[in-house]
């Protein structure tokens, strides 16, 4: 191996370790993205509206954390818990967060779809 | 009324009894096109609806109507686009816009409370059938597996719209 192939070595080298920490970033980010990450962070919850239902249908959270509801449907949906929280429409591709701040077992539903029902328990 | 309802129930049996070239159910195109039809049928309907019913809950019905099936064509016609495939026409596409088109003119010629109720019954008989559709041919027969899980996602919300539309037609008796 001469100097020059030595230092295309080196530099290719060099190169695949930016490829992979670059790839390794967007990976990171795409994770980030779905929410992947999110789902699995202590105190954060995940709920998506998809096929006209709410999963996961019933979901137990603990007093001070935040439920993210992600709708992955084509149209509009509300989470609504009658004079407890409404995230009002939210539209197709977005979501919307509520922090749990209070015991309670809630019975929730889209005010647009009122066959989609979920349960939210906060211990 | 009633007949109305009946040409749309039959342009769907078509779809049931296998109106298709060479035996077989519908190609993927042909679903295709079926699914943005049926949508469109109900969108046009609605969008009468939501001017010119009387009764808050048949109105908010008709707006809703508008943007569930304008948000499922949306979809599908972003998947079609995806897939690289031609919604291709067919016989049962045709029945379905001939159907449409009557029901709109027929609603038209309508007011008030009369208005009101043929809407709504016409919605009941429209869900039922397409859910009947989904269920007997559209998704057996669909080849693509993204195709499918379209068809499969947004059955819900047809069944939720059926229910929906049925608790309202019982309210307008009273």
Redesign the interface.
Known sequence: MNAWSGQRNGRGSRQRRWQRLAVALVCAWGLLSAGAIVAATPGRHTVVI????FEPETLTVKRGETVMWINK????HTVTAAGVFDSHDIR?NRSWRYKARKRGEYAYSCT?????KGTLKVE | MKSLSIVFASALFLVASGAFAEGAGPTDAQIAHIVVTANQADIDAGKLARSKASNKDVKAFGKQMVTDHTGVNKQATALVKKLKVTPEDNPTSQSLKSGGVENVKHLKTLKGAAFDKAYIDHEVTYHEQVIDAIDKTLIPNAKNAELKALIVKVRPAFVGHLEHAKEIQATLGK
């Open positions: 998809e096929g006209t239902r449907a084509p149209f509009p197709p647009l779809h009122p066959n989609m």
